[in-house]
C-alpha cells in the first residue's frame, strides 16, 4: 500500500489544456474510482501518474515522495487496460509472469506468485493457452492477474470491465473488492459505468472537462449530488429534472408538481420566487392510490420491465414527463389515469441558473389543489 498525491497538474496537447490545475489525495489502501464521460480525462490523468507522459505544471507524489521525473519503470505501479494488452506470442502464465521476471523472483517464487493471482481471478485452468485461446472474459482476469502479480504498491486499473460483457461485467463488479481487498494496495480505478463506481470505490472522484467536479463516498455522491449534471451521471433510470419555481412557506418554501404544491421545509427562503430545478429519482417516487394527501395526479404511458425493477414513464397534468421506479414483481397502475406519492427525503432543489444543489432536504406534501 501507499499514498498518491497529485498537486497543481496541468497537461496540455496543443493548446487544449486536457487537466486543468487538477490536485487529488488518494489515501493508503483506499480504492479512487476515477468517473466521469469520454473525454474528461481519467487515462490521460493515469497515464500521468503512470509515468507514460509528463505534466506541464504540478508534482505527483507517490509514497510522499516526488515521482514527477522518475521513470515509469522505477514508479513501483501495476497497470491493467480496457484493451488487455497481452502479449500474443505468451500462454497466460508467461504473461502473468512478466512483472516477477522484471523483478528478477526465483522461479520458484515467480510460480507461487502466479498461482496465488491466478487462484484468485479463477483463471489457474487456462494458464497453458495462447491469448487467442482465452475467452474475452479470460483475457480480462489474465490482464488483472498480470497487474496484481508483481504486488504493486499502487495499482492503475483503465476501465478494465470495458470490454467485457454485461453478464461478466456483473460479476467482476461483484468479485473485484474482495481480489482489491485480497492484494491490499491502493488502487486508482477508471470507469465510464456508475454502477462499477458506487460498486468499487471507496471514494469517488467525479471528473469532467479535465477536472474533478465532486469527491466523496460513493453514498455522498447519490444522496448529495454538487450539481445537476452528476446528479444526472449517477442513477438508472436516469433522475427526473422538473423546473419549478419555489414559493416561500412559513417552514421552507413550497413548489408546484401537477398543480399539487409540495412543501420543503427548511430550504432557505431566499429561493422564493427563483428558477429552480427540482429533481426526483426515480425510486423516490411510488404509485399511490387516488385520495393519499399529497397524490400527485398523472397518466401513465408506458411501462417497461428492467431486470430488478420495472419503469413507469408518465405524464403530469402539464404534460410534464415522469419516471416511476419501482421492484420488479410488485403491482404497478393500471394505464390511463394515476396517482403519484414523492419520497419527500429524496428530493433536491437546484439553481437552474448555476446547476449547483442548493439544497437536499426532508420535506412534506401540502394541500392538494392550490395551483399558482
Ligand atoms: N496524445 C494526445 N494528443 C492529443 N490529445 C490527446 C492525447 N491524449 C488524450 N488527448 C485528449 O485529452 C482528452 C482526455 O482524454 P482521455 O483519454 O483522458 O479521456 P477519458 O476520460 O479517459 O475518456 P474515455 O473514458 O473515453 O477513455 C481528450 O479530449 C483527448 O482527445
Same mark, same amino acid.
Given at each position: 500500500?501507499?499514498?498518491?498525491?497529485?498537486?497543481? @497538474?496541468?497537461?496540455?496537447?496543443?493548446?487544449?489544456? &486536457?487537466?486543468?490545475?487538477?490536485? =487529488?489525495?488518494?489515501?493508503?489502501? %483506499?480504492?479512487?474510482?476515477?468517473?466521469?464521460?469520454?473525454?474528461? #480525462?481519467?487515462?490521460?490523468? =493515469?497515464?500521468?501518474? !503512470?509515468?507514460?507522459?509528463?505534466? %506541464?505544471?504540478?508534482?505527483?507524489?507517490? #509514497?510522499?515522495?516526488?515521482?514527477?521525473?522518475?521513470?515509469? %519503470?522505477?514508479?513501483? @505501479?501495476?497497470?491493467?487496460?480496457?484493451?488487455?494488452?497481452?502479449?500474443?506470442?505468451?500462454?497466460?502464465?508467461?504473461?502473468?509472469?512478466?512483472?516477477?521476471?522484471?523483478?528478477?523472483?526465483?522461479?520458484?517464487?515467480?510460480?507461487?506468485?502466479?498461482?496465488?493471482?491466478?487462484?484468485?481471478?479463477?483463471?489457474?485452468?487456462?494458464?497453458?493457452?495462447?491469448?487467442?485461446?482465452?475467452?474475452?472474459?479470460?483475457?480480462?482476469?489474465?490482464?488483472?492477474?498480470?497487474?496484481?502479480? #508483481?504486488?504493486?504498491?499502487?495499482?492503475?486499473?483503465?476501465?478494465?470491465?470495458?470490454?467485457?460483457?454485461?453478464?461478466?461485467?456483473?460479476?467482476?463488479? $461483484?468479485?473485484?473488492?474482495?481480489?482489491?481487498?485480497?492484494?491490499?494496495?491502493?488502487?486508482?480505478? &477508471?470507469?465510464?459505468?456508475?454502477?462499477?463506481?458506487?460498486? $468499487?470505490?471507496?471514494?469517488?472522484?467525479?471528473?469532467?472537462?479535465?477536472?474533478?467536479?465532486?469527491?466523496?463516498?460513493? %453514498?455522498?455522491?447519490?444522496? !448529495?449530488p454538487?450539481d445537476i449534471d452528476i446528479a444526472r451521471l449517477f442513477g438508472?433510470?436516469t433522475i427526473?429534472l =422538473?423546473?419549478?419555481?419555489?414559493?416561500?412557506?412559513?417552514?421552507?418554501?413550497?413548489? $408546484?408538481?401537477?398543480?399539487?404544491?409540495?412543501?420543503?421545509?427548511?430550504?432557505?427562503?431566499?429561493?422564493?420566487?427563483?428558477?429552480?430545478? @427540482?429533481g426526483?429519482?426515480?425510486?423516490? $417516487?411510488?404509485?399511490?392510490?387516488?385520495?393519499?394527501?399529497?397524490?400527485?395526479?398523472?397518466?401513465?404511458?408506458?411501462?417497461?420491465?428492467?431486470?430488478?425493477?420495472?419503469?413507469?414513464?408518465?405524464?403530469?397534468?402539464?404534460?410534464?414527463?415522469?419516471? &416511476?421506479?419501482?421492484?420488479?414483481?410488485?403491482?404497478?397502475?393500471?394505464?390511463?389515469?394515476?396517482? @403519484?406519492?414523492?419520497?419527500?427525503?429524496?428530493?433536491?432543489?437546484?439553481?437552474?441558473?448555476?446547476?449547483?444543489?442548493?439544497?437536499?432536504?426532508?420535506?412534506?406534501?401540502?394541500?392538494? #389543489?392550490?395551483?399558482?
Open positions: 500500500m501507499t499514498t498518491l498525491q497529485l498537486e497543481n @497538474i496541468v497537461k496540455r496537447y496543443k493548446n487544449h489544456t &486536457v487537466l486543468d490545475n487538477l490536485s =487529488l489525495d488518494v489515501k493508503d489502501g %483506499e480504492t479512487l474510482v476515477l468517473f466521469g464521460p469520454s473525454g474528461a #480525462g481519467k487515462t490521460v490523468l =493515469l497515464r500521468l501518474v !503512470a509515468g507514460v507522459i509528463d505534466p %506541464e505544471e504540478g508534482r505527483i507524489l507517490i #509514497g510522499g515522495e516526488d515521482m514527477t521525473d522518475v521513470d515509469a %519503470e522505477h514508479r513501483g @505501479i501495476g497497470m491493467a487496460f480496457q484493451n488487455f494488452a497481452l502479449f500474443p506470442h505468451m500462454d497466460a502464465f508467461e504473461n502473468i509472469a512478466t512483472p516477477l521476471e522484471a523483478k528478477r523472483s526465483s522461479a520458484d517464487a515467480i510460480k507461487a506468485g502466479v498461482h496465488r493471482v491466478a487462484k484468485l481471478l479463477k483463471i489457474d485452468h487456462v494458464l497453458t493457452h495462447r491469448p487467442k485461446a482465452l475467452s474475452n472474459g479470460q483475457k480480462q482476469r489474465t490482464a488483472l492477474a498480470r497487474a496484481l502479480a #508483481g504486488s504493486p504498491p499502487l495499482l492503475l486499473l483503465d476501465d478494465p470491465l470495458r470490454n467485457v460483457d454485461a453478464k461478466l461485467r456483473f460479476e467482476m463488479r $461483484l468479485e473485484l473488492p474482495r481480489v482489491l481487498a485480497a492484494q491490499g494496495a491502493t488502487v486508482v480505478y &477508471v470507469t465510464q459505468d456508475y454502477k462499477e463506481a458506487m460498486a $468499487l470505490g471507496d471514494r469517488i472522484a467525479v471528473m469532467s472537462d479535465g477536472r474533478i467536479r465532486q469527491i466523496g463516498t460513493p %453514498e455522498d455522491i447519490y444522496n !448529495a454538487a438508472d433510470p427526473n =422538473l423546473d419549478v419555481t419555489p414559493n416561500a412557506e412559513a417552514d421552507g418554501v413550497s413548489v $408546484l408538481l401537477s398543480d399539487v404544491r409540495i412543501v420543503l421545509p427548511g430550504i432557505p427562503a431566499n429561493t422564493a420566487g427563483k428558477s429552480c430545478v @427540482i426526483l429519482r426515480p425510486e423516490a $417516487l411510488r404509485f399511490v392510490p387516488a385520495g393519499t394527501p399529497g397524490a400527485i395526479p398523472v397518466s401513465v404511458e408506458a411501462e417497461t420491465p428492467l431486470n430488478e425493477k420495472t419503469v413507469t414513464l408518465a405524464l403530469t397534468v402539464r404534460g410534464r414527463e415522469i419516471l &416511476v421506479s419501482r421492484p420488479a414483481g410488485t403491482p404497478g397502475p393500471a394505464s390511463g389515469s394515476a396517482h @403519484i406519492a414523492v419520497d419527500c427525503a429524496s428530493a433536491f432543489l437546484f439553481d437552474k441558473e448555476t446547476g449547483a444543489l442548493i439544497a437536499r432536504h426532508g420535506s412534506h406534501t401540502g394541500t392538494q #389543489g392550490e395551483a399558482a
